[in-house]
């Protein structure tokens, strides 16, 4: 008795796509248009999951198929429902861990939280917290892009791939823009501008800055880190010491640091926060007799 072993390719493939499962952790059109985009790609089917809201608003998943041994691919977009995203994402690798799942990979394009990713004042790392309550529902890789600080990989005890979408936002630039060899980097705050550098260094093109929006979130001001303090008199700290008092910050107005004149200005930003200093960051530049373009990364 003796039986024949398929091909080493062959065995691999069917070991690859037998062990693979595919979830779409919420029924947004978004993320189950990426889903199936994704399984399309990899020959792959949907698996079967269901996700819905109880009438009191908590989240409920149910796995309907045997995930035992398997490789579990778990795709969440974020709403703008973002705690709700958190909460259906937590629960379904959770309900696969339990499911004695082999590896449970999450696919999340953009990371929530992600700008919370410093202390202010007397808030926290909410970044922090996110990944690991991650990692502690069962999560053992994690796929994303763009991260707001690469740093955040740092929060994570388990695998991070921090993908980038820049080479095809430079392509965009090169084919869709007309004479782009005629425009102009700008950074919307002079937070943007190592974003911004980058991507003028690789499209060989000059660079802007506008300078005076709102107070910069990493200023020492805002971290709540004074020095020195902003008191006249050091005496209640020690009546031998002086210390020279701190002068208060006065927000410039707004001004664009760089030529724009008669080019494209291509407005490069990391997250779409505040839509009003964006506007105005457009206005300033169509003043200085620049068109603009807006870019997102």
Do not use: W
């Not at 059109?29 to 889903?35: A, D, G, I, Q, R």
């Not at 705690?83 to 929530?112: D, H, Q």
């Not at 630039?173 to 911004?196: G, H």
């Not at 020279?244 to 494209?264: N, Q, S």
Request: hydrophobic share 40%; glycine share 6%.
């Amino acid at each position: 008795m003796f039986c024949v072993a398929p091909p080493e390719s062959e065995a691999k493939m069917n070991i690859t796509k037998g062990g693979l499962v595919l979830f779409s952790a919420n029924s947004n059109s978004s993320c189950m248009e990426l889903s199936k985009k994704i399984a399309e790609r990899l020959g792959v089917e949907m698996g079967k999951v269901q996700v819905y809201q109880e009438p009191d608003r908590e989240t409920r998943v149910q796995i309907q198929e045997s995930v035992r041994g398997k490789d579990v691919f778990i795709i969440q977009t974020v709403s703008k429902d973002v705690n709700t995203t958190i909460m259906e994402l937590l629960i379904m690798v959770y309900a696969c861990k339990t499911s004695c799942a082999k590896s449970i990979i999450g696919v999340i394009p953009y990371f929530p939280y992600s700008k919370q990713c410093k202390m202010r004042k007397r808030g926290s790392i909410v970044s922090k917290l996110l990944a690991s309550m991650m990692c502690k529902a069962g999560l053992t890789h994690l796929i994303t892009m763009d991260l707001h600080q690469k740093e955040i990989q740092g929060f994570f005890n388990i695998p991070v791939d921090n993908l980038r979408a820049s080479p095809f936002l430079l392509q965009y630039i090169q084919e869709e823009i007309p004479d782009y060899r005629n425009a102009v980097i700008v950074a919307k705050s002079p937070a943007s501008a190592k974003r911004a550098q980058s991507f003028a260094e690789r499209l060989r093109l000059g660079i802007a800055v506008i300078h005076g929006e709102a107070q910069d979130a990493e200023s020492d001001l805002v971290d709540g880190r004074h020095s020195p303090p902003m008191v006249r008199s050091a005496a209640a700290i020690h009546p031998s010491l002086e210390i020279p008092m701190l002068i208060p910050k006065e927000k410039p107005p707004i001004t664009v640091v760089g030529d724009v004149g008669g080019r494209t200005a291509v407005i490069v930003d990391d997250i779409i926060d505040d839509v009003d200093s964006f506007l105005a960051a457009a206005e300033t530049l169509k003043e200085r007799g620049g068109g603009y373009q807006y870019n997102s990364t």
